[in-house]
């Protein structure tokens, strides 16, 4: 059964930084992308950024390079995300996901991920 759990939300203020964590069991990361995706209160799910496990490539929207590092560990199966400089519109649910293969023209695209998790949500407010 594959599973992913995040962890690591909360509230923070602006500028302030968060590390969320997404835990993957059930599947082999080397043969997957896994993404993190976000959605704000009355917007759709947002592509955040993604990792391939297998060779570390990565990938960043407009919204997050600069602020934001993914990262992963094979040894322990699990992907995080380190986030500075936190504006408030970074605010919603965030939510990792799990895509198999490489599937580079579809990265940003919620349909192609075909396992979640539940959420964590980060709040940046002062």
């Known amino acids: 059964q594959v599973q992913l759990v995040e962890s690591g939300g909360g509230l923070v203020q602006p500028g302030g930084s968060l590390r969320l964590s997404c835990a993957v069991s059930?599947?082999?990361?080397?043969?997957?992308?896994i993404g993190w995706f976000r959605q704000a209160s009355g917007k759709e799910r947002e592509g955040v950024s993604c990792?391939?496990?297998?060779?570390?490539?990565?990938w960043y929207t407009t919204s997050a390079k600069g602020r934001f590092t993914i990262s992963r560990d094979k040894a322990n199966n699990t992907v995080s995300l380190e986030m500075n400089s936190l504006k408030p519109e970074d605010t919603g649910v965030y939510y990792c996901a799990a895509m198999r293969g490489v599937l580079t023209l579809r990265l940003w695209e919620p349909g192609a991920y075909g396992w979640w998790g539940q959420g964590t949500q980060v709040t940046v407010s002062s």
């Open positions: 990792i391939s496990a297998h060779n570390n490539l990565k």
């Open positions: 059930g599947l082999t990361l080397d043969y997957y992308v």
